[in-house]
């Protein structure tokens, strides 16, 4: 990018917001917190007290000069870099303008002028509402509009006002905060609360508020080239922004547009969590990345996998096929992070249950698998039983390997990559991903008697309150004369924690020392006493920890219950005195207890499923290295000596003659497949199948040879 495209100014704000300035569809939400609000305010004060005349200089802000003005002189800009700084200065300048009608500044004064028309442009001889200095574009698009209206039309009562908006997000509800926290900083720290008082400050902050401000004049889509040249410099971005600035670097003009929107939309429908959602798609469909994904992963991705995924040798198609894909699947993402949404996709209460269970316990492994799954279910290549089993059985894996067992969160990662990565040229199977989780436990020994042993003496109360939450609603659910259990019942006991429903003791944790008990807390020291009598096992003592005698026996899961809560108040700290548990005192009954509710989980609640083994043998083998090999394909006369071959990407640079099962001539170089293919596309490696058509066709090898294997079943 040459110099003459860029055009450095240094202005005031009052200069600054003589200009229209739009946040554009594609950029993140508004983020900042009251922290970094506290600090601009603190650093601005300072300024001002101290240092008045000197001015207070922000940083740097990089704009995009939209080449379009109203009236002739007043200029819109899309902000490429800057926009928490903009956003935060109009809402200064919002309360500014409330808090001096509060403070009876007088309608014609020069200074209250100044502040509205940095605020609303002055067009026709007179304040255009509809024509805002600063306008955001995302999720709390809406909010900032309500509070640039509300300070328009009634300024003086303007924070009673926003203070009872209707929130509908986290995004809405930081603007308002950061709204009232400005107007009750400045308010509180005027040398005066008079209409002097703030117009002085009004008037530094106009003046002696500087920006050094960077107008960009090129084509708008070679604007996000400008991302890298930031983070170069030391500036560091979102990995997501980096994303987003290769991925349109690569895009034609003619399509910056629909695309600029399509980001937009994802970023508002993902609720900001857009590099959530492409990390679980290039999971679900590409690659299964171990680690995060950052610009350069992403780089190598979008020149290997998304051209074969989409069957393209061109980038910049490849590209629009993903953001076109992304948009089309995005609510199945959010899935993911909602049970009602998936249960109005999968109507079981079984599934409901347990799917509650996994975004209860923020499990993250499953969910490129999950979102996969309700994909192929919508399109008609899963049955809906098929999606329940696959749902509920690695919920139960999570819970039993990662929760119960605490095994290290990489060994599940290894678990599924495989099985995701057995998918990728083909759909997701039931039985092949239940096989894959039921051979993961018993290569890690996990099995029932040690799931039985670890839950029996697991804290379920302060360490995994979520699990203790989760079995006891499971076990309170089952109907032992029926042999069944009522998922709806446990779905309501589970999502009702909290608001109607308590998690409690049945041995109170701090009984009186005359009460029923065997044991109390001594206040002075905080230790467990003992009483003769008690049946405590001898590793628990009088003196001991109090703390430590809660955890490893009040907190079990045997001595816990769920309890509305309206009984649960009333119970407080004294014994139980529901019916079914008036002798509950003793370590036994915790014991007792202990095992019908780990026996009853196990064995019962947590349910088998059959795997169709010789299927599975079948499916691995067709997928796996049984396919075919090149002395077969030739023998088979899919290829032959001579044949002209290409790599799929590079259609045009790669044709080649084939010589054998081995070799190819490629340009009178005499080179092994993998070396050729490497050569052509620049790459370390190749998985060449993947990669290697004959002239004149368009399917690979690879299909070539599933194709084969799956018509020989």
Same mark, same amino acid.
């Given at each position: ?38 600090? %601009? ?23 995009? +000069? ?81 509070? *640039? ?26 603007? $308002? ?12 720290? /005027? ?32 604007? !996000? ?15 997501? +922004? ?55 992963? !992403? ?19 490849? %590209?629009?096929?993903?953001?076109? #894909?992304?948009?089309?699947?995005? #609510? ?24 509650? /269970? ?15 799954? !309700? ?35 990489? #060994? ?45 003496? $697991?804290?379920? *109360? ?6 203790? $939450? ?244």
């Amino acid at each position: 990018m040459s110099l003459e495209l860029l055009e450095p100014h240094m202005w005031s704000l009052e200069t600054l917001f003589k200009n229209i300035y739009r946040v554009p569809v594609y950029q993140r939400p508004y983020s900042w917190e009251k922290e970094q609000i506290d600090t %601009l305010l603190k650093d601005i004060f300072n300024a001002f007290k101290f240092d008045a005349r000197e001015g207070y200089y922000t940083g740097n802000i990089i704009v995009y +000069d939209k080449n379009e003005k109203i009236e002739g002189h007043i200029a819109k800009y899309d902000i490429i870099d800057g926009q928490q700084r903009i956003a935060s200065f109009a809402l200064i300048m919002l309360a500014i303008y409330s808090i001096c009608y509060n403070l009876g500044v007088e309608e014609n004064d020069r200074v209250l002028g100044n502040i509205k028309d940095s605020l609303w442009k002055y067009v026709e001889r007179k304040y255009r509402k509809d024509l805002k200095t600063v306008e955001l574009n995302s999720i709390e698009k809406d909010c900032f509009l309500n509070i *640039y209206d509300i300070c328009f039309d009634n300024p003086k009562d303007a924070l009673d006002i926003i203070k009872r908006l209707d929130i509908k997000s986290e995004f809405e509800k930081r603007i $308002i905060n950061n709204f009232e926290n400005i107007y009750n900083t400045v308010l509180n720290n /005027i040398n005066e609360k008079t209409p002097d008082g703030i117009l002085n400050f009004a008037e530094y902050i106009l003046q002696f508020i500087k920006f050094i401000v960077i107008e960009a004049h090129c084509k708008e889509n070679e604007v !996000f080239s400008m991302f890298e040249s930031i983070n170069s410099k030391g500036k560091q971005l979102e990995t997501i +922004d980096l994303i987003k600035t290769y991925i349109f670097s690569k895009l034609d003009e003619e399509s910056y547009e629909k695309y600029s929107k399509i980001w937009g939309n994802l970023i508002i429908k993902t609720r900001d969590k857009l590099y959530d959602y492409m990390y679980n798609y290039i999971k679900a469909y590409l690659s299964y990345y171990r680690q995060n994904i950052n610009v350069n992963n !992403f780089k190598s991705i979008s020149t290997k996998e998304l051209l074969l995924h989409f069957k393209t040798n061109e980038e910049a198609v490849a %590209l629009k096929r993903l953001l076109d #894909d992304l948009e089309e699947k995005v #609510d199945f993402y959010n899935m993911l992070y909602s049970v009602d949404d998936a249960y109005q996709l999968i109507k079981s209460s079984k599934f409901r249950y347990f799917y509650e /269970i996994f975004v209860k316990l923020g499990y993250q492994h499953p969910k490129a698998l999950f979102f996969r799954i !309700f994909v192929e279910y919508n399109e008609g290549k899963l049955s809906k039983n098929d999606v329940i089993d696959i749902v509920v059985s690695t919920t139960i894996f999570m819970v039993k390997f990662l929760t119960i067992c605490d095994r290290d969160s990489k #060994d599940a990662i290894t678990t599924f990559s495989n099985m995701l990565n057995s998918t990728y040229n083909s759909n997701v199977d039931k039985d092949i991903i239940i096989n894959y989780l039921e051979t993961e436990l018993k290569i890690r020994g996990v099995t029932n008697e040690n799931i039985k042993n670890l839950l029996d003496t $697991i804290d379920c *109360y302060k360490q995994k309150k979520e699990l203790g $939450i989760s079995i006891l609603s499971l076990y309170e659910s089952y109907n032992e004369k029926e042999d069944k259990i009522s998922y709806d019942q446990a779905y309501n006991l589970l999502k009702g924690y909290g608001e109607v429903y308590s998690l409690d003791h049945l041995l109170v944790q701090t009984p009186k020392e005359d009460d029923s008990f065997k044991y109390y807390c001594n206040k002075n020291d905080n230790t467990l006493i003992l009483k003769k009598g008690h049946d405590f096992p001898q590793e628990i003592y009088t003196g001991m920890d109090y703390e430590i005698f809660e955890k490893s026996i009040l907190n079990r899961v045997g001595n816990l219950r769920i309890y509305y809560m309206d009984k649960n108040s009333l119970r407080q700290n004294q014994e139980v005195q529901l019916p079914e548990y008036e002798n509950f005192n003793t370590y036994k009954n915790i014991c007792d207890r202990g095992k019908d509710i780990v026996n009853k989980i196990v064995d019962k609640c947590f349910p088998k499923f059959e795997i169709d083994i010789e299927k599975v043998k079948k499916l691995s083998s067709a997928k796996d290295k049984n396919l075919y090999r090149m002395d077969k394909i030739l023998e088979l006369g899919i290829l032959k000596p001579g044949d002209k071959v290409y790599i799929t990407v590079k259609p045009e640079d790669s044709v080649a003659t084939l010589i054998d099962s081995k070799y190819v001539n490629y340009k009178g170089n005499k080179m092994t497949l993998n070396e050729w293919g490497c050569n052509v596309t620049g790459w370390k490696s190749i998985r060449i199948y993947q990669y290697l058509a004959k002239e004149g066709e368009e399917e690979t090898i690879q299909e070539k040879r599933i194709e084969i294997s799956e018509n020989e079943e």
